[in-house]
């Protein structure tokens, strides 16, 4: 059965934000898993190197990431079950976050490598 996209009528700015979660918890540097709840905590926030930050591997556009110290978006996360958190304290993506296809990760998220020659 194919998955229905977007289940959670995240707005754009949700699905940007929560694609540089997902990334920053595949980043052994800030996060931290949990393995009997599979959940992720995230250490640290990135933060800017004037138009864009890196994020473990990438680099992603600072206008791509303002949903990251935005307290709505993380409420609304919050709420539809995809992140725990106190914002802008503590993050911890759960095993929905961790696994929602945002669709948009291609688009945000760039190799750090590539994206450092045009700098």
Partial sequence: MQMKRNPQKLNPLQLK???LFQAL???SGRATP?????????????HAHGDHM???SYMMSTADATGMTNPAVWAA?????LI???YPAALTLTPSGLT?????RDKVL???AHGAESH
Avoid: C, F, Q
Avoid at 77 to 81: A, H, I, S, V, Y
């Fill in 100 to 104: 929602y296809e945002t669709g948009v």
């Fill in 25 to 27: 918890a595949e980043d």
């Fill in 54 to 56: 890196h994020v473990g």
């Fill in 77 to 81: 996360l919050e709420r539809k079950g």
């Fill in 34 to 46: 949990d393995g009997e709840t599979g959940e992720v905590t995230i250490g640290s926030l990135p």
């Fill in 110 to 112: 760039h190799n750090a």
């Fill in 17 to 19: 934000t929560l694609a």
């Fill in 84 to 86: 725990k958190g106190a």
